[in-house]
């Protein structure tokens, strides 16, 4: 008998702080995820379940999760610990979707059963000899037929058929080895491609299942995707470091400096009267502080109670929380980012270390190809407080230059400023600070943003006006995740544009509030203002208002109030190069409809509105007028999105930036080659767009 996907080992349910009980549970044959052959689109994907089957087992098996979000944080983090992968994709998060997913276990057993073989000597020919598959891949990039083309009423841009694609290899072979060979041995080929990435279905989700077939279209991976998973499957080896110093003989040469973004520095505790024994511990993320795996002696058995953990989770809210001007320490607490590489490598140790990766992979890749501590220059920093109180407390920005002085007159190279995120935005605020273009010239090569939030993140304002769990619910609950929040003076940093010509490369406006006096005055389908995030936090009662006016607005490295028309940050970096990358086509927050209670403005009471849900997808004048999907009172972007500043193309961002603010780059690159065709300098910019990849 099939077990049930919603059924329980026992009548007990499962705790998320033991991941090896809960590990088995949901591996349990019988009871636990239900586990078989599934087929899509004429495929069969063996020993697999469905994402939104185990998140209704989560809900009802796994102790204090009800919502569907609080499933998916469950699910998420038995993924991050490697229990099981999407069956296609290997860095697709878990989400409450039709997607099937495979136990680790059974993936290996899944490819051994599918393992591959080259039938045809002259395929095999082909794999082996790394010249001849490169000139290959070089004539079919160049010969295949590249075209938007139609599907029912959609337009998939830049892409191939497979038929056309099968006939070019066939005349592409038939050119290079004189050999004729027949559409099957040229399918073997391009199966070959697609497995090394080359290219992918244009839903990308057949990622390497190639067809020749008039009906199914296809479009190349970016070439730097390609190339590098390509020499690493050559040389079979693990890391880009490895490949690169093996195969094309890197070796490490201008110095690289490491600016984080949100969340994503350590902190740790240098004074704490409330809890001395925290002195010089890490507070960001110590799970322990927060009653994570604390209290749990060598046996598993609990020796705190719940309310003894909840009382150390406010223990942690507070020492988290700066004082009510957003940026100074409270008194008897003072909290700062760590030094060195140990500052962003990763945020936490144990089961969730590797889901906590911020900058270590990259850095491992670095000292691959030869980096040490004269080349690479870590830069984190108290992500909580704004840009102007980095530099005063901390002098951030100053000692910044002066590490990079230093490296440069170590290594007779100019530097290059690597930011994710937040971090593109600390860059540009840095070389806006310096405000010293021939220091900039002696010291600096280039930039490399990396999902770069130009025109903002709009998940800031949320965490402005309703706060959020800092990705650590159920540990922290909305209200300890909300008092966090609303106190940190840095989030105005990552606001979406309040002047017009920005906010309208957005899909859509910033908020929609409803106010409680406007409701009793008009029907409730009217009673929506689309305000701009300043308004928004106005009337909503934000601290953050206060924080803007007092700390951004007047704050001319950031905004300027006498040409609003052209922030600062979106100023081309004065440097040689500007890389941008980032990833594209994942679902992302994009506008929120919040309801206020203005009739006590002592006590606003902001909350999402969740009954907009019932419009979810439903094209309705003024409210949801492109019919996006909302979820929780949240409008999210996907990648069927007509975005309105980029000729209206259909795309969403990477699942925390919306497309629209990191596709910013393409202006700036108009601009740069704007400039340089009245004969100005200005930086070489290039962009690399990445199908299906997070923030």
Partial sequence: MESSSTSTVTNRKFHISNLDELTAAVKDKANGFSVKDRSWRLKTYPMCFIGEEAVKWIRENVEGVSSVSDAIFVGQTLLDRGVFRHVVEKKKPFLNEFLFYRFIEDDEQANRSKKKTVADPLVQSFADDPKKWDRLVTLFRQQVDIADRKWGLKTYPKCFLGSNAATVVVQIVVEMTGAAITRSVATELLQLMADMYLFVHVTADQLHVFRDDSKVYFKFVDPIVYATKYLKDRLRVKRIGEAKARGEGCRAKRPIVLIPGVYSSVLEVWQSDEKPSWQREKLWIDLSKVGFFSGKDTTGKADLTDDEKRALAKEFVRHMMPAADGHSDPPGIKVRPREGLAGLDYLTEGFFKDSSCIYALMIRNL?????????????????????????????????????????VLATGQRAVLVGHSMGCRAISYFLMWLGDQQWVDQNIDSAAYLAPPFLGAPFALRAMVTGDTLNLYPLLSQHEGTQICRAMGSWPWLMTPSNADEAKLLPEPAARIKLMSDSKKKKDKDSYRPLNPVDALASTGSPASKYWNQLYALDQNFYTVAAPSMSPYLELPPVRKLVCMYGINLPTEISYF???????????????????????KKETRNINPAGLEIRGGIMFESKSTPQPGYDKKRISGDGSIPYGSMAYAWKLKERAEALKATGKKAPEVEISELEGIGH
Avoid: M
Avoid at 389 to 394: G, T
């Fill in 594 to 616: 919040f309801k206020v209670n203005d009739e006590n403005p002592a006590f606003p009471q902001p909350e999402l509105d969740t009954a907009q849900d019932s419009i979810s």
């Fill in 367 to 407: 000292l691959d190809v030869g980096y040490d501590v004269n080349q690479l220059i870590p830069a984190p920093y108290d992500w909580r407080i704004p840009p102007q109180a980095l530099e005063k407390r901390d002098a951030y920005f100053s000692r910044l230059k002066s590490s990079i002085e230093f490296s």
